[in-house]
T-cell receptor
């Protein structure tokens, strides 16, 4: 089954404690991205990757890091989480095929930073 | 920068009522347009998309949307809603120079039985 998976689905942590949210897709997609969803703000892009070893900032990259060492994986790293990073995070992927830029979303990770 | 406006933040309808959700975007160039739906506790799913051609596009579950270029709009419609349509709906736009989607703030639809 074609899918995007994220782990963990729920995470409660404390300020300053480094964490990583994993994202994996099995569709051989070149493009992957991370969004955060906040009430009243919709989804905002954090980082994206056009292919292996190619990453770039989205609209709200501050406080986040990413890496793309393999095509299927795109982890999101919070080196020193702060309460304003409490949010719902979605990973998404899409193919390079220009006839369809549909993005496939993962199930989401709800992060709470206290 | 591209922006997307969804004017209705929370809509409450009775079953069988007609639905229209507004979406306007700011970019004047060539765009791809999308509507996504997020059912409670679930991830986003694509409802429909417009790339080119017929400006009236039909999606899943009886939804349709009309692209009006002169108005920079891509409104979502459904003639008769069901309780199972209760969800949050997001309009998204991609200008063809970028891969990223710009999302609207979402509209929460509540359908009462």
């Amino acid at each position: 089954e074609a899918q995007v998976t994220q782990n963990p689905r729920y995470l409660i942590t404390v300020t300053g404690k480094k964490l990583t949210v994993t994202c994996s897709q099995n569709m051989n997609h070149e493009y992957m991205s991370w969004y955060r969803q906040d009430p009243g703000l919709g989804l905002r892009q954090i980082y994206y990757s056009m292919n292996v070893e190619v990453t770039d900032k989205g609209d709200v990259p501050e406080g986040y890091k990413v890496s793309r060492k393999e095509k299927r994986n795109f982890p999101l790293i919070l080196e020193s989480p702060s309460p304003n990073q409490t949010s719902l995070y979605f990973c998404a992927s899409s193919s390079r095929d220009s006839s369809s830029y549909e993005q496939y979303f993962g199930p989401g990770t709800r992060l709470t930073v206290t | 920068a591209q922006s997307v406006s969804q004017h209705n933040h929370h809509v409450i309808l009775s079953e069988a009522a007609s639905l229209e959700l507004g979406c306007n975007y700011s970019y004047g160039g060539t765009v791809n347009l999308f509507w996504y739906v997020q059912y409670p506790g679930q991830h986003l799913q694509l409802l429909l998309k417009y790339f080119s051609g017929d400006p009236l596009v039909k999606g899943i579950k009886g939804f349709e949307a009309e692209f009006i270029k002169s108005k920079f709009s891509f409104n979502l419609r459904k003639p008769s809603v069901q309780w199972s349509d209760t969800a949050e709906y997001f309009c998204a736009v991609r200008d063809t120079g970028r891969r990223a989607l710009t999302f609207g703030s979402g509209t929460r639809l509540q359908v009462q039985p």
